[in-house]
């Protein structure tokens, strides 16, 4: 089953670089070598998905290279190359030794860029298939999973090939090493004759590139793989997140107990509110590819989706105000939770700011209430309005947690802890007063009064 999210998420959550040089989750993530493997992450990146068995069966590849000291050396320019070589469209060489000694001789005379491509090709495509063929044999030295073990099955099947065998035996190390005739042999071969095979042993080897790059990351520290729980009641338990874009991030952790299941989140502006929810958001979403997590520890039922208003826009060509704009994403928001049988996780970041305080107070409370009454979805709700949590009661179902701060000579110092409870600060007046905003304006209206008296 598909995993449901939308483009507001994927843009609140900053997954993918809107613009150049734009900081984004995938290019954290993309520490793969070759151009294959990094095609393949995004397309897994793109692609979350709703089965307990394909996410465990892929984290638990990714630790099969994080626990073993087992990796195949990927030269990129050379993987590269050969992918180059299999989408050129130079007609392949016939196998036979009348036209190999015709197009070997033409080359020598009139030197052919689609030859040399196809000579030199041949020379990193042996490279390649010996290096397999030695990663297989310390894998096979290891438990592998059922998927990774037949796609390494398909590998050797191709290398047992006696054409391969010979060209693995006598490895050609540069152009003089092979004639005319296996030029002509291994190019048809390669494009024409095992054409398909070989595009899939290409695939493993993107695939490997990507295994290899996500323990790296779980390897480095700071990064783990993710724990799917099997239970009738969702599960959510998180030990030291923290946002992959920060250099020196404060760790928090996260669980929902019980029967609880809306996270309650106040705080000061600058606390750390935002980043925060944008987190539980990349572990929901992260988790769901089956890659490693910004976490020390987290555990998860398998959800339906992720949706989240983080950073709406106005909808001006349609002429939307921002306050219609936020009505009408949580009506969306609503409408998806009518299908019992998909669980969702749903974030909202200061909901109604576009409107007046009172409005924006009525509306929060009547959306939270009815949110803390829906079972088996989670919802992280931040909020500005601070009396909203004291007309919600003592609830199992909603956790009071905020981020606070202290004064320290008239700064704001923040610690960007996550605290259980309701936070009571109210920091605006005291920047205001710091950076003498109100003394500027002060002196404004003295200067405008000067200037009607002349």
């Not at 959550?13 to 984004?24: A, D, I, M, T, V």
């Not at 006696?162 to 002509?184: E, T």
């Not at 480095?220 to 729980?229: A, I, K, R, T, W």
Request: proline content about 3%.
């Amino acid at each position: 089953m598909m995993f449901k999210t939308d483009s507001q998420t994927i843009r609140d959550l900053e997954l993918f670089g809107e613009r150049k040089n734009q900081s984004s989750v995938f290019s954290i993530y993309n520490c793969t070598k070759t151009r294959g493997g990094q095609d393949l992450l995004y397309r897994i990146f793109n692609s979350p998905v709703s089965d307990i068995e394909f996410l465990e069966n892929r984290r638990d590849e990714i630790r099969f290279f994080a626990e073993n000291d087992c990796r195949l050396s990927l030269n990129p320019r050379s993987v590269d190359y050969i992918e180059y070589y299999l989408n050129i469209r130079r007609v392949p060489l016939k196998a036979n030794i009348l036209d190999a000694t015709v197009a070997g001789l033409s080359n020598k005379i009139n030197p052919d860029n689609d030859y040399f491509v196809i000579t030199e090709s041949i020379i990193h495509i042996a490279q390649l298939l010996a290096d397999l063929k030695g990663f297989i044999g310390r894998a096979r030295e290891h438990t592998l999973t059922r998927t990774f073990g037949s796609h390494l099955e398909e590998v050797e099947s191709f290398c047992r090939a006696k054409a391969i065998v010979r060209l693995i035996g006598n490895q050609p190390k540069k152009a003089q090493d092979l004639g005319y005739n296996q030029i002509n042999k291994y190019d048809n071969y390669f494009r024409v004759k095992d054409k398909e095979a070989f595009r899939n042993l290409m695939t493993v080897v993107y695939e490997i590139d990507l295994l290899q790059s996500m323990a790296g990351l779980v390897m480095s520290g700071g990064f783990s793989l993710p724990e799917y729980v099997s239970s009738p009641e969702p599960v959510f338990i998180v030990s030291d997140s923290f946002h992959p874009f920060l250099d020196k991030p404060v760790r928090n952790g996260f669980e929902f107990k019980g029967t609880a299941n809306l996270c309650f989140l106040t705080g000061p502006n600058m606390s750390g509110k935002s980043t925060f929810l944008k987190t539980m958001g990349l572990l929901v979403y992260i988790s769901h590819c089956g890659l490693p997590v910004p976490a020390r520890e987290f555990k998860t039922s398998v959800m339906g989706g992720l949706f989240s208003t983080i950073n709406l826009a106005d909808n001006i060509n349609l002429g939307y105000s921002h306050f219609y704009a936020e009505v009408s994403r949580v009506k969306e928001i609503a409408s998806l939770l009518l299908n019992r049988d998909r669980n969702l996780v749903i974030i909202f970041d200061e909901l109604f700011r576009g409107t007046n305080v009172k409005d924006a107070f009525d509306a929060s409370l009547g959306i939270i209430d009815s949110l803390s009454r829906i079972r088996n979805n989670f919802f992280f709700i931040s909020t500005h309005i601070l009396e909203v949590a004291e007309n919600l009661g003592d609830r199992e179902s909603i956790l009071f947690r905020c981020f606070e701060s202290e004064l320290v000579n008239h700064h704001a110092v923040y610690d960007f802890r996550l605290k259980e409870g309701i936070s009571s600060e109210r920091v605006g007046m005291k920047i205001l007063e710091r950076e003498n905003v109100m003394s500027i304006l002060d002196k404004a209206i003295v200067e405008q009064s000067k200037k009607r008296k002349e």
